[in-house]
């Protein structure tokens, strides 16, 4: 009778799970709910920054690190246009409305090899994916104005799933490359600090947790509604946005950890427990319904359930009288 119960549990699993789609939402920028807002099925960043920091091991750091150390990525970047279709809606700043995007999550190497890294989640520190309205656009540069600095303004706020087969990055250097400036987007804002040369990516799915109305009026607690970081690209040295000054290790305190003068004299060449990134990321929707079982429903599960407890009772009486 025991398996009576859990095929019933089964069955309520899958009745109320629904498959996952591609899906498109509604987004405001000037946060007046579902009047006058955007369908969109894409939020495409600039590009950004990241920096991955060693949390625990040996000091200095191995290069590569050993399978099993852990790092505590960050990132943070302005929004550039949000689309539909591949058609632009929104510019970053109409209206003079600018959003930002900032993420903290712990991950944990899982291949390391003399010129490559991958990675898979690790459960703990740190996890949250963060979008913020703000008045002005983030600074790349002074890594200021990402997060609640600057009257930000929270909209969206997210979990990375821990999920190997959703969550995986890696990173190749070049070897055949000669170190070179970090900053090589404009001027050298840091003249000491040099990087090897290399690029790698990074997947990750989002589970939302918190969603302003007024924003994305189409987002509702009775979903789960996931972001997919898809093809994000990891780079170096930096060639599209300035290295920043700090990152924030929460996606909430400004400028709370180093960033570009923290890496040491070579960025990504070992001993030092840091490595920056250039980031691209694209952030594109997929919708998994949650129904809500209306009370007739839950009259029959409560039913059907008795059933199966009434059944269980008799089959143990009949084990007794045996």
């Known amino acids: 009778m025991r398996k009576i119960v859990l095929a ?36 495409d960043p600039a590009p950004g920054n990241a920096i991955s920091v060693a949390v625990g091991g040996p000091t200095p ?26 058609n632009i809606v929104y510019t970053n700043g109409g209206g003079g409305n600018f959003f930002t995007v900032a993420a903290a999550k712990n991950e944990v190497v899982t291949v390391a ?11 703990g520190g740190p996890n949250v994916f963060n979008i913020y309205r703000h008045a002005v656009n983030g600074n790349d540069l002074g890594g200021t104005c990402f997060v609640s600095d600057c009257a930000g303004t929270l909209i969206l706020s997210g979990v990375f799933q821990n999920d190997p087969a959703t969550f995986f990055g890696n990173f190749n250097q ?21 990087s090897v040369s290399g690029a790698g990516g990074l997947n990750g799915k989002i589970q939302i947790t918190s969603v302003n109305a007024g924003y994305f009026p189409s987002i509702t607690l009775g979903s789960v509604l996931t972001f997919i970081l898809a093809q994000s690209q990891l ?19 400004a400028c709370n950890t180093g960033g570009a003068l923290s890496v040491g004299p070579v960025n990504g060449a070992g001993g030092e427990r840091r490595i920056m990134l250039e980031s691209d990321a694209s952030l594109s929707f997929t919708e998994q319904q949650t129904a809500v079982p209306e009370p007739a429903t839950l009259t ?6 008795l059933g199966s407890a009434a059944a269980r009772r008799r089959q143990l009486k009949k084990a007794k009288k045996l």
């Open 8 to 43: 019933a549990c089964i069955t309520l699993g899958l009745a109320w799970a629904m498959p996952a789609q591609a899906s498109t939402v509604l987004f405001n920028p000037t946060g007046g709910g579902a009047a006058g807002a955007l369908t969109i099925d894409l939020l």
């Open 61 to 86: 750091l191995p290069s590569p690190p050993a399978v099993g150390q852990v790092f505590t990525l960050m990132f943070q970047a302005n929004l550039s246009v949000a689309k539909n279709g591949g």
């Open 113 to 123: 090899a003399a010129n490559a890294v991958s990675f898979g989640p690790s459960a």
């Open 174 to 194: 070049n070897p055949f490359a000669p170190n070179s400036p970090l900053d090589q987007f404009g001027g050298n804002n840091y003249p000491g600090v040099q």
């Open 235 to 253: 780079n170096l040295p930096f060639f599209n946005a300035d290295p920043a000054a700090c990152f924030s290790t929460d996606a909430v305190t």
């Open 300 to 305: 029959l599960l409560g039913a059907g359930l």
